[in-house]
């Protein structure tokens, strides 16, 4: 049996296990078994010890610790090096995990596959500076977005990622309330685990138009309250971390099954009602 886990705090309510057991199902792998596995902030060395110990080959990264687990790897990615996080462990043959990253991919296949979205030029806000805020902010550059604002309950931690990014005619940060003096976005996605609307007491300092898009990474009801805000602001494209979800689960099931790429439209499909 190939063991598997998604780790975080909370996890009780992932989708991955069900997400992962259906892409086995498309490959005949019944015997594969994926648990979520509750581990707090600090806690992920003690957690991998124990679960390679139990025959865990390899386990996605969930907030918030995908920074830490950048900090354990063994190899990483191109991608996870220049994130600075990781998303997805592979245990390795003579012991250690390899690092990846598949967040930022599959957001953007998400966006402009799965919904059809060109993200080429837009005027763009990632509100937080956390681990998906590194994984996803580097692909919405090479994706083709125009002018990318930071904006982060901690300033530093928003100046500390433009920093690390790299690109200061592209890539800058302001605080909440300068939001206003920008004008309005083309592309606002919420990186937190927290609804901006609760976080940073959103309200009108952010300009928004029918044509912008709005992405809640997170799904169910932890995004009820930015899809509540867009729709006030007459936003007619809301989406949630749902198809970013599956696609980036997708491509972790690829490395772990020697690019076995599952198809993700039916996955998405049984829980686009639910979700």
């Known amino acids: 049996m190939s063991i598997y886990a998604v780790m975080g705090?909370?996890?009780?309510?992932?989708?991955?296990?069900?997400?992962?057991?259906?892409?086995?199902?498309?490959?005949?792998?019944?015997?594969?078994?994926?648990?979520?596995?509750?581990?707090?902030?600090?806690?992920?060395?003690?957690?991998?010890?124990?679960?390679?110990?139990?025959?865990?080959?390899?386990?996605?990264?969930?907030?918030?610790?995908?920074?830490?687990?950048f900090g354990l790897c063994t190899l990483l990615s191109p991608t996870a090096e220049r994130a600075g996080a990781v998303n997805t462990l592979s245990a390795m043959p003579d012991g250690g995990w390899q690092g990846d990253l598949t967040d930022g991919e599959g957001l953007i296949r998400a966006l402009t596959g799965t919904l059809g979205q060109d993200l080429r030029d837009r005027r763009t806000l990632v509100l937080g500076a956390g681990g998906a805020a590194h994984a996803v902010v580097p692909a919405l550059l090479e994706a083709g977005v125009g002018s990318l604002y930071l904006v982060?309950?901690?300033?530093?931690?928003?100046?500390?990622?433009?920093?690390?990014?790299?690109?200061?005619?592209?890539?800058?940060?302001?605080?909440?309330?300068?939001?206003?003096?920008?004008?309005?976005?083309?592309?606002?996605?919420?990186?937190?685990?927290?609804?901006p609307v609760t976080a940073f007491g959103l309200?009108?300092?952010?300009?928004?138009?029918?044509?912008?898009?709005?992405?809640?990474?997170?799904?169910?009801?932890?995004?009820?309250?930015l899809r509540a805000w867009a729709a006030v602001h007459d936003v007619q494209v809301f989406v949630n971390g749902l198809p970013m979800l599956i696609e980036q689960a997708a491509l972790s099931y690829a490395l772990w099954n020697d690019g076995a790429m599952p198809d993700t439209a039916p996955v998405y499909a049984s829980f686009a009602d639910k979700y």
């Open 9 to 69: 705090s909370p996890v009780s309510h992932s989708l991955s296990p069900a997400i992962h057991r259906a892409f086995a199902a498309q490959f005949g792998q019944p015997q594969l078994h994926y648990e979520a596995i509750d581990v707090p902030a600090g806690g992920l060395a003690a957690a991998l010890e124990s679960f390679c110990a139990r025959g865990g080959v390899g386990a996605n990264i969930t907030a918030p610790l995908k920074r830490e687990a």
């Open 152 to 195: 982060n309950r901690s300033q530093a931690n928003a100046d500390a990622l433009a920093d690390r990014i790299g690109e200061p005619a592209r890539v800058h940060t302001r605080r909440i309330e300068q939001l206003g003096e920008v004008g309005a976005f083309d592309l606002i996605i919420n990186t937190a685990t927290e609804s």
């Open 203 to 225: 309200k009108g300092e952010l300009i928004a138009s029918p044509r912008t898009l709005v992405v809640d990474l997170n799904y169910g009801e932890r995004a009820s309250a």
